[in-house]
């Protein structure tokens, strides 16, 4: 009797697939490694600050990742490096955001992927127009090369970057953590931050209240000054020019009128006077175009009082009691302290009575700010109620910026920056919007113009 082997039809494929695995073995071919995923990636990302898929592992050796880890670590800066194969389980479009929100640290994140590469970084610790540049010019310089491409941009980022590296940040949140929930095991922390977080909307609820009546009679001394103003845009004397300087005088009064009636917090009064400045300076450019004078210099308003427009002089003057100091003045008050009389001082109504505005606490920081810009405003208010609030440690004074460049008899006032910090999946937080990190896929839009980058990503 013959005996008939038979092949059994699930296993014929198998032995098939172990046979030309072998042979390829045999032959001594590798097979392409299979990309690890997004998950591994993050979370070695989390503990090395590198990593390598597999499959790039024959263009980025480990010894080469073990180099630049070592780098990283030394640097104690909060830079990421990701080494990717072009693969679907790395989708371009959205593989920085998935990865910036995996790995939640404030920081700079640099991938190759394929043949492309990209950078981007929150606001707090690298600017977007800085990461882009770094990355642009370190894939440029290097044709290709994987190990020179992100040595260069580290060596480059590590000196801008602000923050500290994930060590530091988790050894610090692993103290914080266990003391945090020690003190909330009593219940009693809980009720305190409630109760603090009130009072503090219940204080921002009144102090919008309170600059609201101060901004609404700025808003409408300046609707008095449009309503006056004398000039017809279709009249035969009016120029291209002329027509601009209006058109932006009248943008400004809608702008600030829109933005009061939106504001939800003392912050959002800022932009407000910013717009009351900026269209008063475009009347006062007007004017001096409808005169034949020469246009004027862009400086901020009257310190004594917004409302007289944009200041044409700097003077020496000293509040009651307190060191003289530099101030901006508009004309007619420069030339009342030349003769010995008081300025025309701007006063708002506090509980003990009207008061100069820098004596009326730091509810008006934010209006004042918008006026002047948060770098000459604390040199300006040296000795005052409202100077000594912001000067104060731990007083957090946002300051706003502008664009005429005046800095107060001759004084930089400078602000910093916070540094970066731990911020867990907060991807929506302004830590890391779209807007700070660049915006576009991978390699297009603001990185370095597309073609530079390998292609993109996104392509």
Not at 96 to 109: L, P, Q, W
Not at 191 to 214: C, D, G, N
Request: proline share 6%; with cysteine.
């Amino acid at each position: 009797m013959r005996t008939v082997l038979r092949r059994s039809r699930a296993t014929g494929p198998a032995a098939v697939l172990a046979a030309l695995l072998g042979l390829l073995m045999v032959l001594g071919l590798s097979v392409p490694a299979q990309a690890a995923g997004l998950n591994d990636a993050t979370d070695t990302l989390k503990k090395t600050q590198v990593y390598v898929d597999p499959a790039m592992s024959g263009r980025f050796s480990k010894d080469q990742a073990d180099a630049l880890a070592k780098k990283l670590k030394k640097a104690d800066k909060p830079i990421f490096v990701a080494v990717l194969p072009d693969s679907q389980a790395y989708p371009a479009k959205s593989l920085m955001n998935d990865v910036r929100t995996k790995v939640g640290i404030v920081g700079v994140y640099a991938v190759w992927r394929g043949n492309a590469f990209d950078a981007r970084a929150d606001a707090k610790a690298l600017s977007k127009g800085s990461v882009s540049n770094i990355a642009g010019s370190a894939f440029r310089a290097n044709n290709g090369d994987i190990n020179a491409t992100v040595n260069d941009f580290v060596d480059q980022a590590v000196k801008q970057t602000k923050g500290d590296g994930p060590q530091h940040s988790t050894s610090a949140a692993w103290i914080v953590v266990p003391v945090a929930l020690l003190a909330l095991a009593g219940g009693g922390v809980f009720l305190l931050f409630r109760r603090a977080k009130k009072r503090k909307a219940e204080k921002a609820r009144a102090e919008l209240a309170q600059l609201r009546t101060v901004v609404d009679e700025d808003i409408t001394a300046f609707g008095e000054e449009l309503d006056r103003l004398d000039f017809n845009p279709g009249a035969p004397g009016a120029d291209d020019a002329q027509r601009t300087d209006y058109t932006r005088a009248l943008d400004s009064y809608d702008r600030a009128k829109r933005t009061m009636d939106e504001a939800k917090k003392p912050d959002d009064v800022r932009p407000v006077t910013e717009a009351l400045e900026d269209g008063r300076f475009a009347l006062a450019t007007l004017a001096a175009r409808r005169d034949g004078r020469p246009l004027p210099e862009r400086r901020v308003p009257c310190f004594f009082d917004p409302r007289h427009g944009p200041s044409t002089i700097d003077v020496t003057w000293a509040p009651p009691g307190g060191a003289a100091r530099t101030v901006p003045a508009c004309a007619d008050d420069a030339n009342r302290l030349a003769v010995g009389q008081d300025p025309y001082i701007r006063t708002v109504e506090t509980e003990h009575g009207h008061q100069p505005y820098w004596n009326a606490g730091p509810a008006y920081s934010p209006w004042a700010g918008g006026y002047f810009g948060g770098g000459m405003l604390p040199g300006l208010l040296v000795g005052t109620m409202l100077g000594s609030m912001i000067s104060s440690p731990g007083y957090a004074y946002a300051g706003g910026h502008h664009d005429h460049g005046y800095s107060g008899g001759g004084t930089d006032y400078t602000g910093g920056a916070d540094a970066g910090e731990y911020s867990g999946a907060a991807f929506n937080s302004s830590d890391f919007s779209g807007a700070d990190f660049g915006g576009g896929d991978f390699g297009g839009g603001d990185f370095g113009g597309g073609g530079d980058f390998g292609g993109g990503f996104g392509d």
